[in-house]
């Protein structure tokens, strides 16, 4: 997916936002629909959610100081992007 490509994406001027065209793979898409339903919120909404995350990771993993662990039972885990 090329952000910059007009095929891609566009801009809406009124407020903006972006719009931005992505093939899931039918796993991937099940998954989305998934953590949206069992939330109650929208596709859109659960890939918001989805970016949001992935950037506080980012920022963790960037930043030296910073850890995000998960804790399930007494197991700890390092939450790390795979590169």
């Not at 972006?18 to 659960?46: E, G, M, P, T, Y």
């Amino acid at each position: 997916m090329s952000a910059d490509n007009s095929e891609d994406s566009s801009t809406t001027q009124a407020t903006g936002s972006k719009r931005v065209n992505v093939v899931f793979s039918a796993d991937q898409f099940n998954q989305l629909q998934s953590l949206a339903n069992s939330q109650k919120i929208s596709l859109s909404d659960a890939l918001r959610q989805a970016i949001s995350l992935s950037g506080l990771i980012v920022d963790a993993n960037n930043d030296k100081d910073t850890q995000i662990l998960l804790k399930k039972g007494s197991n700890v885990q390092e939450v790390k992007l795979v590169r």
